[in-house]
């Protein structure tokens, strides 16, 4: 080693007195050197060298730029070291969401209609709670989800009845526009240059525009089918901006008007609201239950029509429709659960958990927590919740057990969305899959830059000897009876390919899941008249450990 560094300060003398690049003449006649200075070292990256590699996220995008770029930061900080050095470098890489959670996240959804659930009792709105929703979930996706392909994933929800339901009214059809969209209505433009619209507060018509417009403007149902139903109910929720313009807006009920064609070639009854909006301060005002039961055994169109002229225009919005059935009263909680079509069949997912309303309220229902809006964001991020809301849920999961979770998100720059995350329990706690993952990648110097290697360097334990004492005495009784009594290879009866068999045995019983082209420097100890220790260097291929 004295002669090495003697060497070293003789080239580097020599190098500064001729030498306009010192440093890269250096490296090249460090490199030179028949035995070059040899380090092995572990380092990892600190914040500042991510910096210095202009690595803005404090991570790698891939496992390539990481084989790409940091050949030559090691060439800078181990610029004296030559050919055999080796550096297990410890970085981040980022690796992105968990594989599958994207199946579940991106998934569509079916929320079952009041027709779907088993009628136990006319206009029922869920399950009892003596009814397993698994056993007729299936069979309703089968009814109404067409073409759907092998393989694709659904999120089902549903209403499960909390305690016993009582006779009552339950919602048969039941329609709001408050999410911004006008569902299956028809919206139909007679007269003007008006049209209805959503908006955030509902379905929505004004016949002003720059000034009042003649107008005659259609808002109509999709087909209401209402021969089974009894007792029936009709309720809906307006806003007006000017009331001494009421009339401008009329309830209809049509028993012949098709779909898609001219509604005035309909015959249409109105329905005498008396309960109507009054100001101007666009409060919604929700109209008495009016007595339906003229319609029962029917199958009729609601349609809201809206008449102005260019004297008279008034703004209406429209909230919801509601037709109330004679059925149950009861307390429902909202339930989604994802099923995926397999062979044909819906079947219930496992292993994907999507979080409740209920969940959501059970970490908190304050201002700020969970429960409050009963989703996540970004001042509520989910790893702050999930993991303990996992070790109060399933406090005995075993070690590896895996969980994808589901999850409402709101986000302000793209609004309301499904996000999730796949868990995993260890040592009693559950963890999130990180998108960014700490790992480490060893290079290796070969006497000219720094090359990815995934070479382990290892030297033989006592435990390897005694497993290799165990696993080849009846082979070799004497060979392993010597190693016993002194803890290495005998030279003189060991040969190279003894101990060749004998380090497989051990390398594959350690490493059991090592990939194909893995390699070793494997050290062992060897009496051949001295004791000392000596280093092969393996490669796994076909399953065996073969020297390189």
């Known amino acids: ?184 209505f028809e919206a139909i433009s007679v007269v003007g240059d008006q049209v209805w619209g959503a908006s955030n507060y509902g379905a929505k018509m004004s016949g002003y525009s720059g000034g009042s417009q003649p107008n005659e403007d259609w808002l109509i149902s999709p087909v209401i089918d209402l021969s089974d139903q009894a007792n029936l109910l009709f309720q809906t929720s307006l806003i007006a901006n000017y009331s001494t313009q009421i009339d401008l807006l009329k309830v209809l009920v049509s028993l012949d008007y098709t779909t898609g064609g001219d509604p005035n070639a309909a015959t249409w009854e109105a329905v005498a609201l008396e309960n109507v909006p009054s100001g101007t301060n666009w409060d919604p005002v929700l109209s008495e239950d009016y007595d339906f039961s003229a319609y029962e055994g029917k199958v009729i169109h609601v349609a809201f029509k809206y008449e102005s002229t260019s004297e008279t225009s008034a703004t209406w919005e429209v909230e919801n429709v509601v037709i109330k059935a004679a059925g149950v009263e009861g307390e429902t909680i909202n339930k989604e659960v994802f099923y995926t079509l397999s062979g044909g069949e819906w079947e219930e997912v496992e292993g994907v958990y999507f979080l409740s309303d209920a969940d959501f309220d059970s970490m908190g229902e304050s201002y700020g927590q969970p429960g409050y809006y009963n989703n996540f964001g970004s001042t509520m991020p989910p790893d702050d919740y999930v993991q303990t809301f996992l070790n109060i849920k399933y406090p005995y999961a075993l070690d590896d057990d895996k969980l994808i979770i589901v999850y409402d998100y709101y986000s302000s720059s793209s609004g309301a969305q499904l996000r999730g995350n796949l868990y995993t329990a260890m040592n009693g706690e559950w963890s999130a899959y990180q998108s960014t993952q700490n790992t480490t990648l060893q290079f290796a110097h070969d006497g000219n830059v720094w090359v990815p290697d995934n070479t382990i360097k290892y030297t033989l334990t006592g435990a390897d000897y005694s497993y290799i004492v165990a696993t080849f005495t009846s082979k070799y009784p004497s060979e392993t009876a010597n190693m016993a009594s002194f803890g290495n290879f005998n030279g003189y009866s060991w040969t190279p390919e003894m101990i060749l068999e004998a380090v497989n045995a051990v390398l594959l019983h350690n490493n059991p899941s090592a990939a194909e082209g893995q390699k070793y420097a494997l050290t062992y100890s060897i009496y051949d008249g001295t004791t000392h220790d000596d280093t092969i260097y393996l490669i796994l291929e076909g399953g065996e450990y073969v020297l390189q």
């Open 1 to 184: 080693m004295m002669k090495k560094i003697i060497y070293l300060f003789a080239v580097i003398g020599l190098i500064f007195a001729s030498a306009c690049d010192p440093m890269e003449d250096i490296n090249a006649e460090i490199d030179a050197v028949v035995n070059p200075i040899v380090g092995d070292a572990i380092y990892t990256l600190t914040d500042e060298d991510y910096s210095d590699l202009d690595l803005g996220y404090g991570s790698f995008s891939s496992l390539d730029d990481a084989k790409a770029i940091l050949p030559t930061f090691l060439a800078e900080k181990y610029f004296i070291w030559g050919k055999g050095s080796s550096v297990l470098v410890g970085y981040k890489l980022y690796v992105g969401s968990a594989p599958g959670v994207s199946d579940y996240t991106y998934a569509d959804d079916y929320r079952l209609a009041n027709a779907d659930y088993p009628q136990k009792s006319i206009g029922a709105t869920g399950f009892f709670p003596d009814e397993d929703p698994a056993d007729f979930l299936a069979d309703v996706l089968a009814a109404n989800v067409a073409d759907a392909a092998e393989g694709d994933n659904i999120l089902v929800k549903h209403k499960q009845y909390v305690g016993t339901p009582v006779p009552g009214y339950s919602n048969y059809f039941e329609t709001d526009f408050i999410d911004g969209t006008l569902g299956a």
